[in-house]
């Protein structure tokens, strides 16, 4: 099955400081890598996606890369600012829409943006 | 739309009790998840569910059982607890198909611990 492994574990940045968590994937037939962001004792929330077929996605302040042939991807935060503390988990997709979708995750990193 | 909801939000269980734990979705979305989330780690599948009357293990099914009787419903039972199931444990839901994002919502978990 899917293997995903998540780096760094924690991860702390002064505000406005860049924040970027790696995650590499095993199965070569995934096709889609959600990110979720974890705030304390809060429910997961999907906060960015991309699939196989795009390498670069942005959403105002967050990033995602993806290198196929590495098989890994990245989430890139800019202007970190406090409330993006909290935990992001990355996860890989195996099976396409029409079966069954799931997903395995990462471990997760703990970022703490500090003033 | 509610979403997804889970009852109870917390639970205390004894060692060999039993307990089922509710969660319901008014998305209609026909895939369903049951995951566990240990204290530092990430979410680890547990059952899935690609539709009424079809369920199929994740990656940690042992000691859990699911039943989905209809779409809006997807039930967790706990038989003979063991201090090894304490953890936070969420229900999720996605649209099917080749043409959605697929992404998964999150109920606000069960907070189960076994003593």
Known sequence: G???EQHPSTLSVQEGDSAVIKCTYSDSASNYFP???QELG???QLIIDIRSNVG???DQRIAVTLNKTAKHFSLHITETQPEDSAVYFCAARDGWGGTASKLTFGTGTRLQVTL | NAGVTQTPKFR???IGQSMTLQCTQDMN???MYWYRQDPGMGLKLIYYSVGAGITDKGEVPNGYNVSRSTTEDFPLRLELAAPSQTSVYFC???AAGLAVDNEQFFGPGTRLTVL
Do not use: F, G, T
Request: proline letters at 5%; aromatic letters at 14%.
């Open chain 2, 12 to 14: 205390i269980l004894k």
């Open chain 1, 56 to 58: 670069e996605k942005k």
């Open chain 1, 2 to 4: 899917e293997n995903v």
């Open chain 1, 35 to 37: 990110w979720y962001k």
């Open chain 2, 92 to 94: 999720a839901s996605s």
């Open chain 1, 42 to 44: 809060k429910r997961p």
């Open chain 2, 29 to 31: 979305h026909n895939y």
